[in-house]
C-alpha cells in the first residue's frame, strides 16, 4: 500500500536548507540534515468563521478531515486561518494534530470520534487485505446511498497509469537492496 501527501510548511528555520517568511515564522521546502530528526511539518486550512451552530457542525466536519489527513502524515501542527463571507482572513488558531479528536468531543458538538475512525479504518484496510489477493488494479467503490462497499479486479496486470515507470523502477530497486 502506498500514501502520499503534500505538506504545507514547517516551523523550524534552523534545519536543512529553508526560505522563510519572517512575518508568520513558517519555512517550507525543508528537511533537516540529519535524516533522523523528525521534521517539524505545520498544515495550513482555511474556514469560515463560526457563526451559528450550523457553522460549528460544518467546521467539526472539516475538522475530521484535517485531523485524518495530517495524522497519517505525522503532521503534529495544523494552522487554520477564519475568513469572512467576504473572504477576509479574520482570525488565526493553531491545533495540535493530536488533540483535535478530544477538542471535538469536549468542546464540540461530538459529531465524530477519533478511536471510532481509526478502528473503522483498521478494520476496513484489513478486510481489504483479505479481499485482494492478487496482483492488478482493483478498484474499491461505494455507490451513492448505499453501504455497500464494492471491490473488483479492473485489469489482470499493470497499474492503470496511476505510478509512472521511473517510480515503479526506482522501488523495485529499493526493493532489492
Known amino acids: 500500500m502506498i500514501i502520499g501527501g503534500e505538506v ?14 519572517a512575518y508568520c515564522g513558517i519555512v517550507w521546502d525543508c528537511k533537516p540534515d540529519n535524516k533522523d530528526d523528525p521534521i517539524n511539518w505545520v498544515e495550513l486550512k482555511t474556514s469560515a468563521l463560526i457563526e451559528s451552530d450550523r457553522d460549528m ?7 475530521l478531515k484535517f485531523w485524518i ?9 495544523i494552522i487554520v486561518g477564519f475568513r469572512s463571507k467576504m473572504g477576509i482572513l479574520e482570525r488565526l488558531e493553531e491545533l495540535e494534530t493530536s488533540r483535535i479528536p478530544g477538542i471535538v468531543k469536549k468542546s464540540g458538538k461530538g459529531t465524530w470520534d477519533g478511536n471510532l ?9 484489513d478486510w481489504l487485505k483479505q479481499t485482494i489477493t492478487s496482483e492488478g ?7 451513492e446511498r448505499t453501504s455497500v462497499i464494492e471491490v473488483y479486479k479492473v485489469e489482470e ?21
Open 117 to 125: 475512525c481509526i478502528n473503522f479504518t483498521a478494520a476496513f484496510l
Open 57 to 63: 457542525f460544518k467546521y467539526e466536519r472539516k475538522l
Open 157 to 177: 496486470t499493470g497499474t492503470g497509469d496511476i505510478l509512472s515507470p521511473e517510480f515503479i523502477a526506482w522501488r523495485t530497486r529499493n526493493l532489492e537492496v
Open 8 to 21: 504545507d510548511a514547517g516551523t523550524d528555520s534552523s534545519i536543512g536548507r529553508c526560505y522563510d517568511c
Open 69 to 77: 489527513q495530517s495524522f497519517l502524515l505525522g503532521v503534529p501542527k
Open 137 to 143: 488494479l482493483w478498484r474499491i467503490r461505494r455507490r
